[in-house]
């Protein structure tokens, strides 16, 4: 019988554009410190195991996990680290706890992006080294191409993408931690600079650091430690080709894949019917739409017409990021997808103020790693 593993505690740190008050050792700690007073454990004595999502580039230091014990109260606890988004830490964590050798385990990550001067030099290093990095083009020129094909295949319009920048920055008004909050208009995006044709600067979204740290632990743990756990009923990881040459250059596959994953565990054939809302990757405005139509939330090339009549805004059927998503709140690298779970967890637990949706019972939290991957994540929560 597989085991049951709920979420227990969840806490944060930073979510702004600048912290040059706090190295990401401090934000790391203040995480952990609200994840834990939220569980009521003590890190020392009551965590089998912690798992630390970063990537060595980011961090301009190698094998990073040895560099997080002491913050997350891991000194001589197993530590291993994660290369990919916060949600594929997620499911680590998951898993171990499904081995039946662990009972309770922490999930960090953080970014200090204010830290990196060159994004685009590091997202290049991720590039095939023989046949795509001599070429020495700008790794957003890759966003570029891909919103190109999309659109072509999907018949979603460029105005449909901007109006995903104007609805989720104005979920971010309602979020005290989003850092891009504003209201715009689909002409203040479309008119916004080209970066890589047709994809505007309005439509990237921006760098934050923060950290987040989630505990984890086995049902019958749980329910000792807190009067509201949130269930983890499926997760899904997948990629899909590496080689620019060879993957389908208008499609999420990496996506669709992940999420039949997830789905099959839960146990769930119709996941319009049965999820209440979602958060999923906006790294580029284009990729929340395209991988709506991954997870199967919607037909292929509905999903622009559901952003433009209102349907995945906070007040629609379907809410979609209503923390703002990463255009909004700002990207935090590797963290990003545990930003997804963050929002999540507080809208299933009733906690998410002004943006609360009234009556959720089931969430999806999506991660990619972002260009030039073709790698992403699901985890689906729900409160009961």
Excluded at 5 to 29: C, H, N, W
Excluded at 74 to 100: E, F, R, S, W
Excluded at 202 to 213: C, R, T
Excluded at 315 to 332: C, Q, T
């Amino acid at each position: 019988m597989k085991r049951e593993v709920a979420i227990v505690g969840i806490g944060y740190a930073g979510f702004r554009p600048l912290t040059p008050d706090l190295s990401y050792k401090e934000l790391v700690f203040e995480a952990a410190s609200r994840a834990y007073a939220e569980a009521g454990i003590n890190p020392r004595t009551d965590v089998d195991s912690f798992i630390s999502v970063a990537e060595d580039l980011h961090e301009g230091t190698s094998i990073t996990d040895e560099y997080v014990p002491d913050q997350l109260g891991a000194v001589q606890k197993p530590v291993q680290t994660i290369g990919g988004d916060g949600i594929h830490g997620l499911i680590m964590a998951y898993m171990q706890i499904c081995t039946g050798q662990f009972d309770i385990v922490v999930v960090e990550s953080h970014s200090k992006a204010s830290n990196v001067l060159h994004h685009g030099h590091v997202t290049a290093m991720a590039l095939d080294p023989v046949y795509n990095r001599p070429l020495a083009f700008h790794p957003l020129a890759l966003a570029g191409m891909e919103m190109q094909r999309y659109l072509a295949e999907s018949g979603i319009t460029h105005e449909q993408c901007a109006q995903v920048v104007v609805k989720n920055r104005a979920h971010a008004l309602t979020n005290p931690l989003a850092s891009y909050p504003a209201a715009l208009t689909v002409e203040d995006v479309l008119h916004a600079p080209p970066v890589a044709e047709p994809l505007t600067q309005l439509e990237i979204s921006q760098h934050a650091d923060g950290a987040i740290v989630v505990v984890l632990a086995a049902g019958d743990v749980a329910r000792t430690l807190t009067e509201m756990p949130i269930w983890v009923l499926g997760v899904g990881f997948a990629n899909d080709a590496f080689a620019l040459e060879a993957r389908p250059w208008g499609q999420a596959e990496y996506a669709r894949l992940a999420a039949k994953m997830a789905y099959d565990m839960a146990g769930i054939r119709n996941p319009r019917a049965t999820i209440d809302f979602a958060e999923v990757d906006d790294t580029f405005a284009y990729k929340e739409l395209q991988h709506l139509e991954a997870l199967g939330l919607c037909a292929p090339g509905e999903a622009g017409h559901l952003v433009a009549e209102g349907y995945t805004s906070l007040e629609g059927e379907f809410p979609v990021n209503p923390s703002g998503g990463s255009l909004g709140v700002g990207h935090l690298l590797d963290a990003s997808g545990l930003a997804r779970v963050l929002e999540v967890v507080w809208q299933l637990r009733g906690e998410a103020g002004n943006r609360q949706i009234p009556d959720v019972e089931v969430g999806l939290a999506f991660g990619w790693r972002g260009v030039p991957t073709t790698s992403g994540a699901v985890v689906i929560l729900a409160n009961g």
